[in-house]
């Protein structure tokens, strides 16, 4: 008889590293929603993560800060690299995506560039990257930078779209589902 776990029966990881906890509740309601359609999960910072080997697949999230990830979260893929190569991974990311327009949709394509590139180094078949808007007042920047920043397309606030956030994690389901997962 084989001593391999049954990949099915281990949960979906959802792994987080926030500065503020807008990502940690991003994260929760992934963990909530496929949990919702029968999925084990287990939801906890990275740097509460022993291990991603008793994981079916896992979910990586972080906000951006000054256009990174969290430094844990970039740890967290360096030394988990080599398990995370053999599972199904998905990775999202915070940030202020701010309002539509070509000025911001040229910013947010090379941030999200710039993240997935970090990202792929280390697991080469991440399935999917989101780039979400993230939550923040503004209070930690200067009033000019905040007045350019508006200028340039950008706002500040709840900017956490709860409506993409369920699509993406409804469309992971449907993968995980299609792996017999
Ligand atoms: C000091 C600071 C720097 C930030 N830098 C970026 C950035 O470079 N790119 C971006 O898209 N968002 C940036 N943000 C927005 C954060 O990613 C966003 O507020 C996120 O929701 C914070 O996540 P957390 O609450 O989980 O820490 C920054 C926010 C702050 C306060």
Redesign the pocket.
């Known amino acids: 008889m084989s001593s391999e776990p049954q990949t099915s029966s281990m949960p979906v990881l959802i792994t987080?590293?926030?500065?503020?906890?807008?990502?940690?509740e991003v994260a929760d309601r992934i963990a909530s929603r496929l949990h919702a359609v029968g999925f084990a999960v287990d939801c906890r910072p990275v740097d509460h993560v022993f291990s991603v080997e008793n994981y079916s697949a896992v979910i990586i999230g972080s906000?951006?800060?000054?256009?990174?990830w969290?430094l844990d979260a970039q740890k967290f893929v360096d030394v988990e690299a080599v398990g995370l190569r053999m599972k199904p991974v998905w990775a999202f990311?915070?940030?202020?995506?701010g309002k539509p327009g070509w000025r911001r949709a040229r910013a947010i394509k090379k941030?999200t560039s710039r993240i997935e590139d970090v990202i792929i180094q280390k697991v080469p078949k991440v399935r999917d990257h989101r780039?979400f808007g993230?939550?923040?007042d503004g209070s930690?920047?200067s009033t000019p930078l905040r007045g350019l920043y508006r200028c340039l397309g950008g706002s500040f606030g709840d900017m956490?779209d709860w409506t993409a956030i369920d699509s993406w994690t409804s469309l992971i389901a449907k993968e995980l589902h299609a792996d017999g997962l």
């Open positions: 987080y590293a926030t500065s503020r906890g807008s990502t940690k906000p951006i800060y000054h256009q990174k969290l990311s915070l940030g202020m995506v941030e780039l993230g939550k923040d930690s920047v956490r």
